[in-house]
């Protein structure tokens, strides 16, 4: 059974810090590319960071420079590091896994707020 279990949203003050889990399981997680996406109210669903399966990573120009995505292919875990948090990333924070199929997590909710 694949399951993509995202964790570590919350609530922050503008300028602070997070940093988001994506569990993967039930799949060749070192096969697939690997990408956060997020989704603010009334808004579309964007991506954020995606990287290969050889490691190379695209970021969305919003978060370049303050965002940094990582995986770990033995935890089968990809993370978002997310600094200098702005109240405009507030959104809920999706995983996505695809290759042959693509796969998303139920998301988690992160809130930038004073």
Do not use: H
């Not at 697939?32 to 989704?39: A, D, V």
């Amino acid at each position: 059974q694949v399951q993509l279990v995202e964790s570590g949203g919350g609530l922050v003050q503008p300028g602070g810090s997070l940093r988001l889990s994506c569990a993967a399981s039930g799949f060749a997680f070192s096969r697939y590319t690997m990408g956060w996406y997020r989704q603010a109210p009334g808004k579309e669903r964007e991506s954020v960071a995606v990287m290969s399966s050889l490691g190379s990573i695209r970021y969305a120009e919003a978060v370049a420079g303050r965002f940094i995505m990582s995986r770990d292919n033995v935890k089968n875990t990809v993370y978002l590091q997310m600094n200098s948090l702005k109240p405009e990333d507030t959104a809920v924070y999706y995983c996505n896994a695809r290759f042959l199929e693509a796969y998303w997590g139920k998301g988690t909710l992160v809130t930038v707020s004073s």
